[in-house]
């Protein structure tokens, strides 16, 4: 017999996001929002704010951020123990994103990204992630398609801990020591 009832669904939770932005050569945005309200812990804020430059040859990004880890029910909207009503999880990352996509010459281009960040959430420790890629395309000029790319990706992310886990204490996301991405 339950003390309380797990949560193993979405249907009764709702997010909500209000965002402004101008598009022009100089792109400016805000966006505030929560994480899932009705869920066994309660929702927190979250959002982004950033700017885009672009120019002829691509364009350069930077963001500040906050936002919700969707990768399980324990990270996304917490948990509760059934057994002895204890709450974690609802894990949220804020940091920094800056992104370049650059033209180097006639139907080649470069894009680099990176992303530093907090992870916390309610009874679980603190994480920080630092993630980056390349990449680099030669355009080909395809019937049917607008634009089709092809070229090598690289991408590495790396955590302080895992908190791949469900039980109490851990943040249910995926979080390896390193992850290093070939394409």
Do not use: C
């Amino acid at each position: 017999v339950y003390l309380f009832e797990p949560n193993t669904e979405e249907n009764d939770l709702f997010e909500f996001r209000i965002r402004y932005s101008h598009q022009d050569w100089l792109t400016p945005y805000v966006e505030i929002g929560s994480t899932p309200v009705n869920g066994p812990i309660q929702a927190r804020p979250v959002g982004k704010a950033g700017l885009i430059y672009r120019h002829l040859q691509g364009y350069v990004q930077a963001e500040f951020f906050s936002r919700s880890i969707r990768e399980s029910m324990t990270s996304y909207v917490g948990s509760i123990d059934p057994y002895t009503g204890k709450t974690w999880g609802r894990v949220t990352e804020t940091g920094l994103n800056a992104s370049i996509f650059q033209s180097i010459a006639t139907d080649w281009t470069i894009f680099l990204a990176g992303s530093i960040g907090q992870l916390s959430g309610e009874n679980v420790p603190n994480n920080n992630r630092f993630a980056g890629t390349i990449a680099i395309a030669k355009e080909l000029n395809l019937d049917g398609f607008e634009y089709f790319t092809l070229g090598p990706a690289f991408s590495y992310e790396t955590y302080d801990n895992n908190q791949n886990y469900f039980t109490y204490g851990n943040g249910g996301y995926f979080s390896p020591s390193y992850l290093a991405q070939g394409v």
